[in-house]
């Protein structure tokens, strides 16, 4: 899917661009996004930003056109300094998305506007190759057509859910939001206990991180369930059912460990909720 509702002259205006922006920004890019309808407010953009060419400014001041949209990628902690100058440069014009965790429709409309139309989106890094998943959930104010935008956006870079209430988000971040780190340590884990076993340890990690890619890939491939796939490969009584034996223990295994780490994921997005 292609990027094509934004022009120079009704641009999408990336409002902080660090590690979410900047991936978002590349799968966008990869998907046809034109430069010269993309401008980046950042007063301190990293190089990489830099190279791709896409007019930055260090404030909303520095932008003439109206946008079409506008995404917002900066910390929760910075909100309450920097939207209230966005508000009185564009007003309710543009659609509003919100990358922010933890920060609520509520909080944006207190700084930009009670009749602004908004989408909260919870991405996840691999955006920046086409394979994100992301949530959304609109204001009850964005109407049909902002929706759709929002989806296109986002379908563009990978999987698009809407959500059925706001409060999901927190959920969310604790399982695809956050999720690509656990797969990271989890590669980082498995190439730990290939050296454990006597592996180089470049081998190793090459070994472990091509299995998660593999892996990933078929299921990403087939209509089985992740269930299935994992029963198709575990012989009774053999080398994969004796491995599976540890990590499917009901209380120190791995459904029991990631529960308590997408909790506390969820738990600190709703902590920064409370504290916005």
């Not at 900047?22 to 007063?43: C, E, H, S, T, Y």
């Not at 919870?122 to 929002?150: C, F, H, I, Q, W």
């Not at 004796?242 to 969820?266: F, Y």
């Amino acid at each position: 899917m292609t990027i094509t509702a934004f022009t120079a002259t009704a641009p999408l205006v990336i409002l902080g661009c660090g590690k979410m922006g900047g991936a978002l920004l590349d799968g966008w890019m990869a998907q046809g996004l034109p430069k010269d309808a993309v401008r980046i407010i950042d007063p301190f953009p990293a190089d990489e930003i830099k190279a791709t060419g896409i007019a930055i400014m260090p404030s909303v001041e520095g932008i003439a056109e109206t946008p079409k949209a506008v995404l917002i990628a900066i910390k929760p902690q910075m909100m309450a300094d920097v939207l209230p100058g966005v508000a009185a440069r564009f007003g309710e014009a543009p659609l509003y998305l919100s990358i922010a965790a933890g920060t609520s429709l509520a909080d944006f409309r207190a700084l930009l506007g009670q009749g602004i139309r908004a989408v909260r989106v919870m991405p996840n890094t691999p955006v920046a190759v086409g394979k994100g998943a992301s949530a959304l959930y609109p204001s009850d104010t964005a109407n049909p057509d902002e929706r759709a935008l929002a989806e296109q956006m986002m379908a563009a870079v990978g999987g698009a859910v809407w959500l059925d209430a706001e409060d999901q988000m927190d959920a969310v971040t604790g399982v695809s939001g956050s999720g690509p780190a656990y797969i990271f340590n989890m590669i980082e884990a498995l190439a730990a206990a290939g050296e454990a076993q006597g592996l180089d340890p470049a081998l190793a990690m090459r070994l472990a991180r091509q299995t998660i890619i593999g892996a990933a890939a078929l299921a990403d491939a087939s209509d089985e369930t992740a269930e299935t796939l994992r029963i198709n490969v575990t012989s009774p009584k053999g080398t994969t059912a004796a491995a599976l034996e540890h990590l499917m223990d009901t209380e120190s295994g791995l459904t029991p460990l990631m529960t308590r780490a997408v909790a506390a994921s969820a738990d600190r997005s709703r902590a920064l909720s409370e504290n916005s």
